[in-house]
């Protein structure tokens, strides 16, 4: 039984067999009502193909490095010379091997002992949960922290205590019923660029004799002194116990890390099933990236550039009634709220060559679907006369200003008066 009617391929090929009845009917109550009804029968995250003069505000290189001359010639300088590389899982790597040379400097630029390289940041969060947590360790998440966090909540076997969305004193009153455990946050939020309080979170976390884990994937390379991210900005990378990062945002990459005391090094390459189950990076990624964080560490300029772009756009939507108050780092979140009327807001960005990227669930709540812009460093004054001009021309037709969100905070300013 074919549950949904998909564009047929235009050359014959192998048939698959029957789906059990099971998955049929759950795709057909979990998913074809969505498919059909909400999203009109077009997947909702692919629509037009940008041009080459579109404006793309849905990637993740902040500091605009892709493509950089120096990480080029490191990749293609490996690919020449590395002939004789043995892909095997990098549990298996010795201590001199660049990929582990790449481990000491990524770590001592975070101001920790050691650290490890994964496949990703999802891996990267995954693995080190799975290591330093068990069922019988509380785990307390931010609500809004990203889902490879609590998927290594999950894999530990502990159990999850969400606590509310850059809530401190909520936080303490958790741990305060639970007891001592781990807690986990985000440096900036991947969804709406909220910044984490992560003073008092450490002070919480301190307070009640537990650990801490900050993923700076969306501040690593964008914030702190030579871009070691949030924890070193403000002075407590010394009091946080493990720091993770996708090194897909600023570093424009494919791989992951997180951070350890030494001494833990060869407990965790014998309890994380993503790096044991894993291969290594390649010579010419590890290369790579070795070469990106020598240019990451030389771009203040860019991230001068970076954080005065966030301000220009921030103050600019906020001026013609986009309610982007959730956050205020160079991630913007576009809240529509229903799925069907962000695909109205993508449509209507796009039609003016502007790309953003559509987040709805399971990367959202239900309801709470959204267009999220990216900045970059890279960004040119035509390309931001361009995006206020599209804002502008579109408020009054997609009404940010009556968006679910926009009516909860006029609600909640209501309230305070």
């Not at 946050?185 to 976390?205: I, R």
Request: aromatic share 6%; net charge neutral.
């Amino acid at each position: 039984m074919q549950i949904l009617d998909f564009p047929p391929v235009s050359t014959p090929g192998p048939i698959d067999p029957p789906l059990s009845s099971h998955l049929n009917q759950r795709i057909a109550r979990d998913f074809a009502p969505r498919w059909l009804a909400e999203w009109g029968g077009k997947f909702i995250l692919h629509s037009k193909p940008a041009g080459p003069q579109a404006l793309r505000l849905d990637g993740n290189d902040y500091l605009g490095i892709s493509g950089h001359p120096e990480i080029v010639a490191a990749q293609v300088d490996a690919l020449r010379k590395d002939g004789e590389f043995v892909i095997q899982s990098g549990a298996f790597l010795l201590s001199d091997h660049p990929a582990h040379r790449l481990e000491q400097s990524l770590a001592r630029w975070l101001g920790k002992e050691d650290g490890l390289l994964c496949q990703s940041g999802y891996a990267a969060n995954t693995g080190l949960i799975q290591a330093i947590a068990d069922a019988d360790t509380p785990v307390y998440v931010d609500t809004m922290a990203h889902t490879s966090l609590w998927e290594g909540v999950r894999a530990a076997r502990a159990t999850g205590h969400a606590f509310r969305h850059n809530d401190p004193e909520h936080l303490d009153r958790m741990i305060q019923r639970h007891g001592p455990g781990l807690v986990i946050v985000d440096s900036v939020y991947s969804t709406t660029g909220a910044l984490c309080p992560l003073a008092a979170m450490v002070e919480v976390t301190e307070r009640h004799g537990s650990m801490i884990l900050v993923d700076e994937s969306h501040s690593l390379g964008t914030h702190g002194p030579g871009g070691a991210g949030l924890c070193a900005a403000l002075g407590l990378s010394h009091r946080v116990h493990f720091i993770t990062a996708s090194l897909a945002k600023a570093f424009a990459g494919r791989a992951g890390f997180f951070t350890m005391p030494r001494a833990m090094r060869y407990y965790v390459l014998s309890e994380s099933f993503p790096n044991i189950f894993s291969s290594c990076l390649l010579p010419h990624e590890v290369a790579g990236l070795a070469a990106t964080l020598d240019v990451i560490r030389r771009a203040d300029d860019a991230r001068g550039r970076l954080f005065a772009h966030t301000r220009r756009i921030r103050e600019g939507l906020t001026e013609l009634g986009y309610p982007i108050h959730q956050g205020t780092e160079q991630i913007i979140a576009l809240e529509a709220g229903t799925e069907p009327d962000t695909m109205v807001l993508r449509d209507a960005l796009e039609s003016h060559g502007v790309h953003g990227a559509v987040f709805c669930a399971p990367a959202t709540s239900k309801n709470r679907a959204m267009v999220r812009l990216t900045l970059n460093a890279a960004l040119t004054e035509a390309e931001l006369l361009h995006f206020e001009a599209v804002t502008r021309a579109i408020a009054p037709v997609v009404r940010p200003w009556d968006w679910p969100i926009a009516r909860r905070q006029r609600g909640r300013v209501a309230a305070s008066v």
